[in-house]
């Protein structure tokens, strides 16, 4: 099937990011959330961003009227009966995506393919909420969308090989590299290796062995990491993290992916990142 329109759920800054690319590359763009402030919030990021681009000459004025013509906003699902492909992009709560999914089966048409963004949540278990279970796989994109080159193709259990040819295709489209990750395994690829850095990043902040600070130092010009974990975290959101770590924890039930203390004495705080205006480090000051 040829992926013509594009509809995204959530439209925070992983949805509001992929439903930039996605117009931008030409696809007709439904963008839903449950309150239509928060995708009027999106098209604002969408056109500061495209400006921006305008003024150094990576954009013309007229390649972002027509990307910004695209893109329908909408609240809920009215507006999915005719999409090709879904990419959910909300909450990471397992039993809110699978809530969605049985919703979006609901509504889209049934050829529809049905992708979710997310970082580490089994996309089996999201499959078992649909009756098209070979039509539901991940495709989880890397914030900001616009920017991060990397796609994670997921598969699920039942995903079929169209499934994942045509999503990939789709992404390239996009101008991004896609990995296949083969097995349905917590973490996929990337976040696996991330959050063991990051857990040990914290303990050897709880430890006392270097501050915050100097181990984000320390990973961008001794590993040449372009953010240090702290800080990563700090922009793409604490409480991200620690909802990977817990799910991750649970699945594998494994002492080794308990969110540390430090982590969550921040949760606690309500020190959620850059969004909160604080988060590991204070960004208020």
């Not at 959620?272 to 590991?280: C, F």
Request: net charge negative.
């Amino acid at each position: 099937m040829e992926i013509k329109k594009i509809a995204v759920l959530g439209a925070g800054a992983m949805g509001g990011g992929i439903a930039q690319l996605a117009a931008q590359s030409g696809y007709d763009v439904v963008l839903s959330d449950v309150d239509i402030k928060y995708v009027n919030n999106a098209i604002d990021r969408m056109k500061a961003f495209w400006q921006k681009s305008i003024e150094k000459g990576k954009m013309t004025p007229e390649q972002k009227e027509a990307a910004l013509g695209r893109i329908k906003c909408s609240s809920g699902f009215s507006d999915f009966s005719d999409a090709d492909m879904v990419i959910e992009a909300i909450i990471e709560d397992l039993e809110i995506k699978k809530t969605a999914f049985r919703d979006l089966d609901s509504i889209c048409k049934p050829e529809a393919i049905l992708a979710t963004n997310t970082s580490s949540m089994s996309i089996t278990v999201l499959a078992n909420e649909t009756k098209r279970p070979s039509q539901v796989i991940g495709m989880h994109f890397f914030n900001p969308a616009s920017i991060m080159k990397l796609v994670e193709i997921i598969r699920g259990y039942y995903t079929s090989d169209d499934t994942v040819a045509t999503v990939s295709a789709a992404a390239k489209s996009m101008g991004k590299t896609t990995i296949e990750v083969k097995k349905d395994h917590p973490g996929f690829v990337v976040n696996r290796l991330m959050m063991i850095q990051y857990i040990e990043a914290m303990r050897l902040v709880e430890e006392g062995v270097a501050t915050p600070e100097d181990v984000d130092i320390a990973l961008k010009l001794g590993l040449n990491h372009p953010m240090g974990q702290f800080e990563l975290q700090d922009f793409g959101g604490v409480d991200i993290g620690y909802h990977v770590l817990n799910y991750l924890h649970q699945e594998h039930k494994d002492p080794l992916w308990n969110p540390p203390q430090s982590l969550k004495a921040l949760i606690r705080a309500g020190r959620l990142g850059r969004k909160s205006g604080a988060g590991w480090f204070d960004y208020n000051k």
